[in-house]
């Protein structure tokens, strides 16, 4: 049985990760790293896990297949370059780094030790975004995260929320990007709007997140030649054509983690390491998304 490896137990990876990995354990031996005893006694008598350690060093001796790393954003760069170095495939929360040049270098690690590193968008893995991509000849996306109020330094909010929609929009794109127009609106170095358009040579991405909105929304859209399709919150999907309009939710038995596209996202890395696949999320595509991000960052300094 494969041995993967967990680090950082916090808040995301117990609400998204571990109730996950807890149904897998018939497949995989989980190895989870913590300081924290108490932690561990928890996660064992509520999951079940029972191969614990402290360090990292603890767990790369463990030479486990891949590590899922879920500590905060500031040591992901060490921390994956360590896994990396050991030949260890590496899944990781977005962003890998507010760092373009540590995302690229870390991507090139990885394709030299032949290796996956594979970046949580868990979004490109909804099954109604799914849908969304499935739409041929598309010609406008839209891409929106709308917040009640919620006052954030821009650059945070900029890798931790609005990298959402970027990263949606660069996954249902199906063409190469041939220009980028990016502005930002802040208040007292607080972001409040934010704006990237991707044209291609038929299409058009639009990407918007507005953080004093009024309400908390999340928004897909794709009009292609012959149909127009919405994606709310991730669980509801509107079909557009003429003189109809189509409802649609996901299943009542779906758990929320399988809408959000966490579920199917853990069980693709799983598999693409397992079975020598191409990595779900490809290096290009991370790399895009990463640098959306960060050249809008840049406008503000």
């Not at 030299?112 to 041929?136: E, M, S, V, Y």
């Not at 000849?137 to 890798?159: H, S, Y």
């Not at 127009?181 to 291609?200: K, P, R």
């Amino acid at each position: 049985m494969e041995k993967i490896g967990v680090i950082g137990l916090g808040n995301i990876a117990q609400k998204a990760y571990l109730p996950v990995m807890a149904t897998l354990q018939d497949q995989y031996e989980w190895h989870l790293t913590t300081r924290n005893e108490a932690k561990g006694e928890m996660l064992e008598k509520k999951y079940g896990f029972k191969h614990f350690h402290q360090t990292l060093t603890e767990l790369i001796a463990e030479k486990p297949l891949a590590v899922f790393v879920h500590t905060p954003t500031p040591t992901h760069f060490e921390i994956i370059k360590q896994l990396l170095t050991a030949g260890i495939n590496v899944y990781v929360d977005k962003p890998i780094s507010t760092q373009i040049s540590e995302v690229e270098s870390l991507y090139e690690l990885a394709e030299k030790n032949h290796l996956l590193l594979t970046c949580g968008f868990n979004r490109r893995f909804a099954p109604f975004n799914q849908d969304l991509k499935k739409i041929t000849n598309k010609r406008t996306i839209v891409a929106e995260k709308i917040r009640e109020k919620a006052l954030q330094k821009a650059d945070f909010a900029i890798f931790d929320l609005m990298i959402h929609s970027v990263d949606t929009a660069v996954y249902l794109m199906d063409e190469p990007v041939n220009k980028v127009d990016n502005f930002a609106v802040t208040n007292d170095g607080n972001l409040e709007q934010g704006y990237i358009t991707l044209t291609g040579e038929k299409s058009r991405a639009q990407i918007i997140t507005n953080m004093i909105g009024g309400s908390n929304l999340e928004l897909a859209t794709v009009q292609g030649d012959q149909t127009r399709q919405t994606v709310t919150n991730l669980s509801n999907l509107t079909t557009y054509q003429t003189s109809t309009v189509t409802q649609s939710s996901r299943p009542d038995w779906e758990t929320t983690l399988v809408t959000r596209g966490f579920d199917p996202i853990i069980k693709n890395f799983l598999k693409a390491v397992s079975e020598g696949l191409p990595n779900p999320v490809s290096p290009e595509s991370s790399i895009l998304s990463h640098k959306l991000c960060y050249d809008l960052v840049q406008t503000l300094k």
